[in-house]
């Protein structure tokens, strides 16, 4: 357990603990949100409340602030940018990047006109509660402002832009209660993840709970109640979701089995840290190796730790953390070479007995230029960033068929310099968000590209609220469901399937054509393809321009901007255009560290030599990268990584040239050195002689 500062061990002294290796059997009653027993045998019982069951013996208000809980905290140290959340609108085409805590890339909720309701209600179901779905943070929820737009919003004549409408439903669905069980279940406990996050899905958010751990059914649907609806009102009761406890999980005295461990396991981690090759979903899996350290036996929670605060170790360089000194210990560099304490080195690494790297042969200055993990962690080098798939961007706990080609497109992994917050970067001063500092550090990354509406004024960027895009180009677009797919969706009328196939043939099934043929289908729909891409986009944009008058509208993708060119035609935005819209920046991928899965030191880069990385094909600096666009037959430009590190090829190519010969010249500079040697001793030997035998 980590060191607590004494506010948090003031907090915790105030219940009892049983301090013995083996851990508490929880035999216990449960008890709901109004702090009243449960009884199962009840009419219409209430589910259990995590906060009034385990708050009797657990410092309930100091866990809630943990890492995981903080991300709206904005007196919090956010450290280096992570993972973002992701708002993602299949309809529109939209994923967008976010992030309360200012990280660079990515757009905080508030400035999007977003609720904290609506951030809880679409992405609850991989947090673990409370948070930004607490009823402290559900309170100060902003949305967008209707009230300056209220008198244009009664005017049919005015020029205003839209308002829009502010969706909060907390006084429907309640705050997103934390729940325990999410990260203490033990394996085998019965507790689904699965269910917590079909749950809130549904708005369930009370009963989210009691229906993953499994002790009931939970049946209805908050998500169908109108926003007007009262569940305090007792003539509403019969409308809210019903729950039927398992009566044979309640022993004789009503207390009940919780199966949970006090460090987490391995499996309550991946439901929301999974990152896998997109081939695995395919059924590629077996080809890919376990993170070495899990091959050792590490959990973890074994170097993510926390105490009663929950503040968890994310084990970077530099963090900083309340534990100081003792968190350091946990990142690569605590465990493998030593810490530092109170300034003094100490050197004693071998934390869970990891070995002390000999780095024989590599020059101090790679670990002024490079992590831990450049070397070690994610995917191999390859020619072509590979794509990946993410627990949350892309929901993996869904019981659907995959493709591998899930929006958004994630690709990995690419050698980048981090990027270390500045401390004084306050999202509520108005510093900006982009206020970080490059450490000069590569590390591997993951890159996602932005793809989003947005309207362009006196160089500006603005993104309308992403829910209420929907509303405003769903006519045009003709879009229900699948941006890309519906788009893409044409069928040749028969009269042309006729023009190009003839009187015998244009009824023939797709299967029974000759190549010929199903050629000439093809190159057809591929234009009307183009055609009815290029109609519906541009109407599209005409009403988002027509929505925010005086304002250019534009969809970005695959590092791209889309722009109206009459009234059927759409033209990308060149580089002069982009710089001078402000849009150069928001099109940009949003890329975050690569930690795991870690390889060991025989497969690490740079094993075979130098020249893995000092020559001219590097896989370091020459990783091809292609943006993955939305658009149906996107052509995006594919780009090399030194052209996202910015690096000095002309200088790294004269560098280069310094280790062509290298290992000739190693070879040569023995020899020579040898020949040396062997002229020496003969001359001494010589000199021996002539001594021994008295004179020249």
């Known amino acids: 357990m980590m060191c607590l500062n004494q506010g948090t061990l003031q907090a915790q002294n105030r219940y009892a603990s049983s301090d013995n290796l083996s851990g508490y059997v929880h035999w216990i009653d449960l008890y709901d949100a109004n702090n009243t027993r449960i009884d199962p045998s009840v009419e219409s019982p209430p589910p259990y409340s995590p906060e009034k069951t385990c708050g009797r013996c657990h410092a309930f208000d100091v866990i809630s602030h943990g890492w995981h809980f903080n991300a709206v905290d904005r007196e919090a140290n956010h450290g280096r940018p992570g993972q973002p959340w992701l708002w993602s609108d299949e309809r529109t085409g939209t994923h967008l990047p976010l992030s309360y805590r200012g990280w660079p890339g990515t757009h905080h909720p508030d400035d999007l006109g977003l609720t904290r309701w609506q951030v809880a209600a679409k992405l609850g179901g991989y947090l673990p509660g409370g948070g930004v779905g607490s009823l402290e943070s559900l309170a100060t929820s902003t949305g967008v402002d209707s009230e300056a737009t209220g008198d244009a919003a009664e005017d049919e004549t005015s020029t205003e832009e839209p308002t829009h409408e502010v969706v909060d439903r907390t006084s429907v669905t309640g705050p997103l209660p934390v729940d325990c069980m999410l990260c203490h279940r033990n394996r085998g406990s019965g507790y689904s993840p699965f269910v917590w996050t079909e749950q809130i899905e549904n708005e369930n958010f009370a009963y989210a709970p009691t229906a993953a751990l499994g002790l009931a059914t939970v049946t209805g649907n908050i998500s169908r109640l109108k926003d007007d609806f009262d569940p305090t009102d007792p003539a509403s009761q019969d409308k809210m979701p019903k729950v039927v406890y398992e009566q044979a999980k309640f022993r004789s005295d009503g207390k009940v089995f919780f199966d949970l461990v006090r460090k987490p396991k391995n499996d309550a981690c991946y439901y929301c840290h999974s990152n896998q090759p997109a081939e695995a979903v395919l059924g590629q899996r077996w080809h890919h190796d376990e993170d070495v350290h899990f091959r050792a036996g590490l959990a973890c929670a ?18 900083q953390h309340p534990a100081g000194s003792l968190a350091a210990s946990l990142s690569c560099q605590g465990c493998h070479m030593g810490t530092d304490t109170n300034g003094q080195h100490v050197p004693v690494p071998g934390r869970f007995g990891a070995p002390r790297p000999a780095h024989r042969g590599l020059p101090p200055l790679h670990f002024d230029k490079l992590t831990c993990t450049a070397c070690h962690s994610g995917p191999l080098p390859s020619s072509q960033a590979q794509r990946q798939v993410n627990s949350i961007l892309h929901k993996l706990g869904e019981h659907i068929k995959r493709t591998g080609e899930e929006q958004p497109g994630i690709v990995a992994s690419v050698q980048l310099p981090l990027t ?3 401390l004084s970067n306050d999202h509520e001063s108005g510093a900006e968000k982009d206020d970080h500092l490059a450490t000069g550090k590569y590390a591997p990354h993951r890159l996602m590209w932005p793809s989003f509406w947005a309207v362009l004024r006196d160089g500006q960027v603005e993104i309308p609220p992403p829910e209420s895009v929907y509303d405003m180009i769903r006519k045009p677009l003709k879009v229900r469901r699948d941006f890309t797919e519906e788009l893409a969706s044409v069928r040749l009328p028969l009269s042309t399937r006729k023009e190009l196939l003839g009187e ?14 199903q050629a000439k289908i093809a190159a057809a729909e591929a234009t009307l393809r183009t055609e009815q891409v290029n109609e519906r986009m541009a109407e599209a944009l005409a009403e988002l321009e027509a929505q925010y008058p005086g304002t250019q509208a534009v969809y970005v993708s695959g590092g791209q901007g889309f722009v109206r060119k009459g009234e059927a035609e759409i033209e990308l935005l060149d580089a002069d255009n982009l710089a001078s819209s402000g849009l150069s920046d928001a099109i940009k991928p949003y890329a975050w560290p690569i930690a795991h899965n870690v390889r060991p030191a025989r497969q690490s880069l740079g094993a075979t030599g130098c020249l893995e990385c000092h020559s001219d094909g590097s896989l370091f600096f020459n990783t091809e990268i292609q943006p993955v666009g939305l658009l149906p037959d996107q052509t995006t430009v594919a780009v090399k990584t030194h052209e996202l590190q910015q690096a000095d090829m002309l200088r790294l190519g004269n560098w280069n040239q310094l280790f062509a010969g290298r290992s000739l010249f190693k070879i040569l500079g023995l020899v020579a050195l040898a020949l040396t040697g062997l002229v020496t001793l003969s001359a001494i030997a010589w000199n021996f002689g002539s ?5 020249p």
Do not use: Q
């Open 302 to 319: 074994d170097c993510h730790r926390n105490g009663i605060d929950h503040h968890t170790v994310r084990g970077f360089d530099g963090e």
């Open 420 to 422: 270390v917050p500045n």
């Open 504 to 517: 015998d043939r244009y009824r023939v099934r797709d299967d029974d054509r000759t190549e010929e043929e």
């Open 691 to 695: 001594w021994w035998r008295g004179g």
